[in-house]
C-alpha cells in the first residue's frame, strides 16, 4: 500500500520544489495559495485571485508548471496483439487546475531519448482529462487506439520516464525493478486513487491492466484507470477486478497466480515450446483459473520439415515424439496409409478402433448400428431432423456418444437476411438469416440459449461435441482443414481484399489480421460460406459469430468457441480448441439434441 499523504502538504511540497526550479531568471516564482491548493500565474498578494478561465497555459519558455501537475497514469511496453513499438503506448493525467498545451515540454527516457510534446493548435489538455501517446498513429496498425500524440523518440524498454517543462521536472517513473507487475499483453495501470506525485513512484500502487481494448489487449489507453485489487487479493474470493483468488498458495502454477491472475491467458507467452516436437499449448481452465495443457501444433515443423498433420509419433520408423498422443498420425512402413498411434505404437489404421483415421467418414469404437456411425465406419444418414447433422461419437477425444446438431448457427423464428429478428422464444437452424447474438455475453444470456434450444426440443451443444464437430473428430485444425484460409469462414480477414482495394492500400492479399476497420467486418447470413463446412454438414462453425457451450470447467461456467467476423488473431482464434477468454463479444449458440 502506497504511504497517505494530504493534499495540502503535497501542495506544499510541489511549490518549495517549484521555487528551486524556477526557470525564468529575474521573475518571481508562482505564488501558492494554501486556502485553494492552488498557485496563481504570478508572485503577488495573497488577496489576488487565480484567473479561472479554461484557455491552456504554454508552459514554454517562462514556466509555470509545477512538480505532479501532470502524472504518469499507464504504459504498455508489451503489446500482444500487435508486435514491437506499433502498440506501445503511455497515459498522461492532468492533476492540476489549468488546461495545458504542453508546448515545449519533454518526455526523456533512461538513455536520453526525448520528444517534444505540443498540443494542435487551439487544442488543449484539460484538468482531470488523460492525454493518450502512442508511437503507431493508425488504429488499425496499433491494436486498435485513437492516440492524441505520436511519439517517435524515447525507448519504453528502458523503463524509466520522466516529463520535463523546462528545468522543472514534473514527474518520473522508473519501472525497472522485478516488483513492478508488468504482464504480456497488459499495461501497467495506476490505481486511480494513487494518482499523485509520491503515489506512481510505488509499484504496489500499479497493477497489469484486466480490461480489454480495440483488439483484444487488455488497458485503458485514453480513459480512466480500473481500481487495483491488490489489497484485496489473497481474501479467496475473485472481486470485480480479480481474475480469480486461491487466497496466495504459493503456487503461480496451479491456475491462479498470487498476483490474482491467470496463469494462463495467452499461451503463446505463458506457456512453454519446444520447436519441431509438433506439441503446442493453450490455455485451460481449471478449478482455480485457467492452466497451460499441451495440445498438438499442427503448424509445426518436426524433424522431417513437413508439418505436422496430427503430431505423428514416428516419421520413417525413426521416433521423435515422446508420449506420443493416441490417434496422431504416424508411419509404421508397411506401406499402408492412414496409420495411427495407439498407445505409444504406430499401428495400421482399424475400423472400430475409436479414432477416425484417414479414409474413415467415423469411428465410434462399436459395431452397433443405429448409433450414427455404422460398423463400416460410414455416417448414417436419416437418423437426425433435416435441420441438423449427425456429430459421430470420438471416443479418442471424449465424444462417447453420437449426437444430432444444428446444421447452422441458431437464429430467431423471424431472422430475415438483414435483420437476426426479435422473436426469442424459441430457436431455430435455418440458412440465409442474420444469425441470434448478443453482445456482450453473461451467465443469463447463456441460460436464454439454453431457454431457446429447450423450446425447439434440444439444448445447447457441450464443448466435446462442438470441438469434435469442428475439428472432425479431432483431425483438423479448422472445420476446413488443417491450413488457415480466411476465404474459408466469415473472419477479420475475409474482406481484406475488398477494403483494401477500396482504401487503395497495397497489398492486402498476402496479410494476416489486415484491415482492421468495422467498415470491413460483418456479421453474414448463415451458410453463406459455402466452404465453410465439413463432411458432416454443419456450416459456420468458425467464424461468423463466436458460439456458446455451457462448461462445468470454465470458471464462468460457459466456453466461446469457434472465431467471429471480427476477432483478430484469426488464424488463432478460429481454431477449434480456441476458447475465449473475455465476454464483451458478438456471441451466437447453436444447438444439440441426443438419439
Same mark, same amino acid.
Given at each position: 500500500?502506497?504511504?497517505?499523504?494530504?493534499?495540502?502538504?503535497?501542495?506544499?511540497?510541489?511549490?518549495?520544489?517549484?521555487?528551486?526550479?524556477?526557470?525564468?531568471?529575474?521573475?518571481?516564482?508562482?505564488?501558492?495559495?494554501?486556502?485553494?491548493?492552488?498557485?496563481?500565474?504570478?508572485?503577488?498578494?495573497?488577496?489576488?485571485?487565480?484567473?479561472?478561465?479554461?484557455?491552456?497555459?504554454?508552459?514554454?519558455?517562462?514556466?509555470?508548471?509545477?512538480?505532479?501537475?501532470?502524472?504518469?497514469?499507464?504504459?504498455?511496453?508489451?503489446?500482444?496483439?500487435?508486435?514491437?513499438?506499433?502498440?506501445?503506448?503511455?497515459?498522461?493525467?492532468?492533476?492540476?487546475?489549468?488546461?495545458?498545451?504542453?508546448?515545449?515540454?519533454?518526455?526523456?527516457?533512461?538513455?536520453?531519448?526525448?520528444?517534444?510534446?505540443?498540443?494542435?493548435?487551439?487544442?488543449?489538455?484539460?484538468?482531470?482529462?488523460?492525454?493518450?501517446?502512442?508511437?503507431?498513429?493508425?488504429?488499425?496498425?496499433?491494436?486498435?487506439?485513437?492516440?492524441?500524440?505520436?511519439?517517435?523518440?524515447?525507448?519504453?524498454?528502458?523503463?524509466?520516464?520522466?516529463?520535463?517543462?523546462?528545468?522543472?521536472?514534473?514527474?518520473?517513473?522508473?519501472?525497472?525493478?522485478?516488483?513492478?507487475?508488468?504482464?504480456?499483453?497488459?499495461?501497467?495501470?495506476?490505481?486511480?486513487?494513487?494518482?499523485?506525485?509520491?503515489?506512481?513512484?510505488?509499484?504496489?500502487?500499479?497493477?497489469?491492466?484486466?480490461?480489454?481494448?480495440?483488439?483484444?489487449?487488455?488497458?485503458?489507453?485514453?480513459?480512466?484507470?480500473?481500481? @487495483?485489487?491488490?489489497?484485496? !487479493? $489473497? =481474501? *479467496?474470493?475473485?472481486? +470485480?477486478? %480479480?481474475?480469480? #483468488? /486461491? &487466497?496466495?498458495?504459493?503456487?503461480?502454477?496451479?491456475?491462479?497466480?498470487?498476483?490474482?491472475?491467470?496463469?494462463?491467458?495467452?499461451?503463446?507467452?505463458?506457456?512453454?515450446?519446444?520447436?519441431?516436437?509438433?506439441?503446442?499449448?493453450?490455455?485451460?481452465?481449471?478449478?482455480?483459473?485457467?492452466?497451460?495443457?499441451?495440445?498438438?501444433?499442427?503448424?509445426?515443423?518436426?524433424?522431417?520439415?513437413?508439418?505436422?498433420?496430427?503430431?505423428?509419433?514416428?516419421?520413417?520408423?525413426?521416433?521423435?515424439?515422446?508420449?506420443?498422443?493416441?490417434?496422431?498420425?504416424?508411419?509404421?512402413?508397411?506401406?499402408?496409409?492412414?496409420?495411427?498411434?495407439?498407445?505409444?505404437? @504406430?499401428?495400421?489404421?482399424? !475400423? $472400430? =478402433? *475409436?479414432?477416425?483415421? +484417414?479414409? %474413415?467418414?467415423? #469411428? /465410434? &469404437?462399436?459395431?452397433?448400428?443405429?448409433?450414427?456411425?455404422?460398423?463400416?465406419?460410414?455416417?448414417?444418414?436419416?437418423?437426425?431432423?433435416?435441420?441438423?447433422?449427425?456429430?459421430?461419437?470420438?471416443?479418442?477425444?471424449?465424444?462417447?456418444?453420437?449426437?444430432?446438431?444444428?446444421?447452422?448457427?441458431?437464429?430467431?423464428?423471424?431472422?430475415?437476411?438483414?435483420?437476426?429478428?426479435?422473436?426469442?422464444?424459441?430457436?431455430?437452424?435455418?440458412?440465409?438469416?442474420?444469425?441470434?447474438?448478443?453482445?456482450?455475453?453473461?451467465?443469463?444470456?447463456?441460460?436464454?440459449?439454453?431457454?431457446?434450444?429447450?423450446?425447439?426440443?434440444?439444448?445447447?451443444?457441450?464443448?466435446?461435441?462442438?470441438?469434435?464437430?469442428?475439428?472432425?473428430?479431432?483431425?483438423?485444425?479448422?472445420?476446413?482443414? /488443417?491450413?488457415?484460409?480466411?476465404?474459408?469462414?466469415?473472419?477479420?480477414?475475409?474482406?481484406?481484399?475488398?477494403?483494401?482495394?477500396?482504401?487503395?492500400?497495397?497489398?492486402?492479399?498476402?496479410?494476416?489480421?489486415?484491415?482492421?476497420?468495422?467498415?470491413?467486418?460483418?456479421?453474414?447470413?448463415?451458410?453463406?460460406?459455402?466452404?465453410?463446412?465439413?463432411?458432416?454438414?454443419?456450416?459456420?462453425?468458425?467464424?461468423?459469430?463466436?458460439?456458446?457451450?455451457?462448461?462445468?470447467?470454465?470458471?464462468?461456467?460457459?466456453?466461446?468457441?469457434?472465431?467471429?467476423?471480427?476477432?483478430?488473431?484469426?488464424?488463432?482464434?478460429?481454431?477449434?480448441?480456441?476458447?475465449?477468454?473475455?465476454?464483451?463479444?458478438?456471441?451466437?449458440?447453436?444447438?444439440?439434441?441426443?438419439?
Amino acid at each position: 500500500m502506497g504511504m497517505w499523504v494530504s493534499e495540502s502538504l503535497l501542495g506544499l511540497v510541489a511549490a518549495v520544489l517549484l521555487i528551486l526550479f524556477s526557470a525564468c531568471a529575474g521573475d518571481s516564482p508562482p505564488h501558492y495559495d494554501p486556502e485553494g491548493g492552488a498557485y496563481d500565474g504570478d508572485a503577488g498578494s495573497a488577496d489576488e485571485e487565480k484567473d479561472g478561465d479554461d484557455e491552456p497555459s504554454d508552459n514554454g519558455g517562462c514556466i509555470d508548471a509545477y512538480p505532479g501537475q501532470v502524472l504518469i497514469t499507464e504504459i504498455m511496453r508489451l503489446p500482444a496483439t500487435v508486435t514491437g513499438k506499433s502498440g506501445q503506448y503511455l497515459e498522461l493525467y492532468n492533476a492540476g487546475f489549468d488546461a495545458l498545451a504542453m508546448n515545449g515540454w519533454l518526455l526523456r527516457d533512461g538513455q536520453g531519448g526525448q520528444d517534444e510534446l505540443a498540443l494542435p493548435a487551439g487544442e488543449s489538455f484539460g484538468p482531470g482529462a488523460h492525454l493518450l501517446l502512442a508511437f503507431e498513429p493508425d488504429a488499425k496498425l496499433n491494436g486498435g487506439m485513437e492516440p492524441d500524440l505520436v511519439l517517435s523518440g524515447i525507448d519504453l524498454d528502458t523503463r524509466l520516464l520522466i516529463l520535463v517543462a523546462g528545468e522543472v521536472e514534473i514527474d518520473r517513473v522508473d519501472f525497472s525493478a522485478e516488483e513492478w507487475p508488468e504482464l504480456p499483453g497488459a499495461s501497467l495501470n495506476l490505481d486511480p486513487s494513487q494518482y499523485d506525485l509520491m503515489g506512481n513512484d510505488l509499484p504496489e500502487n500499479w497493477c497489469a491492466a484486466t480490461e480489454h481494448y480495440g483488439d483484444g489487449d487488455l488497458g485503458t489507453p485514453g480513459l480512466g484507470n480500473t481500481i @487495483c485489487v491488490s489489497q484485496l !487479493c $489473497g =481474501d *479467496g474470493e475473485a472481486q +470485480e477486478q %480479480e481474475q480469480c #483468488d /486461491d &487466497g496466495q498458495n504459493g503456487d503461480d502454477q496451479d491456475g491462479c497466480r498470487d498476483d490474482c491472475r491467470y496463469t494462463c491467458v495467452d499461451a503463446k507467452l505463458d506457456c512453454g515450446d519446444v520447436a519441431g516436437d509438433c506439441h503446442g499449448f493453450e490455455c485451460e481452465p481449471n478449478d482455480l483459473g485457467q492452466v497451460c495443457v499441451q495440445v498438438m501444433d499442427l503448424g509445426d515443423l518436426p524433424p522431417s520439415q513437413a508439418a505436422c498433420r496430427q503430431g505423428g509419433c514416428d516419421i520413417n520408423g525413426v521416433p521423435y515424439q515422446r508420449n506420443a498422443v493416441d490417434g496422431t498420425a504416424c508411419d509404421n512402413q508397411t506401406g499402408l496409409t492412414g496409420d495411427i498411434c495407439l498407445g505409444g505404437l @504406430c499401428l495400421d489404421p482399424s !475400423c $472400430g =478402433d *475409436g479414432i477416425r483415421a +484417414e479414409g %474413415e467418414e467415423c #469411428d /465410434d &469404437g462399436n459395431d452397433v448400428i443405429g448409433d450414427g456411425c455404422t460398423p463400416d465406419c460410414v455416417i448414417e444418414l436419416g437418423i437426425c431432423p433435416l435441420d441438423m447433422v449427425v456429430v459421430p461419437a470420438a471416443p479418442a477425444i471424449g465424444l462417447m456418444k453420437s449426437v444430432c446438431m444444428d446444421r447452422y448457427e441458431a437464429s430467431r423464428i423471424d431472422a430475415t437476411e438483414s435483420n437476426m429478428g426479435v422473436e426469442s422464444i424459441k430457436a431455430v437452424s435455418l440458412p440465409g438469416v442474420i444469425p441470434w447474438y448478443v453482445n456482450p455475453v453473461d451467465s443469463g444470456q447463456v441460460a436464454h440459449m439454453q431457454s431457446a434450444c429447450s423450446a425447439a426440443g434440444k439444448r445447447l451443444c457441450r464443448p466435446e461435441e462442438f470441438y469434435s464437430a469442428c475439428s472432425q473428430a479431432g483431425t483438423h485444425s479448422y472445420v476446413f482443414g /488443417d491450413i488457415f484460409d480466411r476465404e474459408k469462414c466469415n473472419c477479420v480477414d475475409t474482406f481484406c481484399d475488398d477494403y483494401c482495394a477500396a482504401q487503395g492500400i497495397d497489398p492486402c492479399s498476402n496479410a494476416d489480421n489486415c484491415g482492421y476497420t468495422y467498415q470491413c467486418f460483418h456479421v453474414v447470413p448463415t451458410g453463406s460460406f459455402a466452404s465453410c463446412t465439413n463432411s458432416y454438414g454443419a456450416y459456420d462453425l468458425n467464424g461468423n459469430v463466436w458460439e456458446i457451450v455451457p462448461s462445468t470447467t470454465d470458471p464462468r461456467g460457459f466456453e466461446v468457441r469457434g472465431g467471429a467476423f471480427n476477432c483478430a488473431g484469426a488464424s488463432a482464434r478460429l481454431m477449434c480448441s480456441y476458447n475465449a477468454g473475455w465476454t464483451s463479444l458478438y456471441a451466437g449458440f447453436r444447438c444439440c439434441r441426443d438419439f
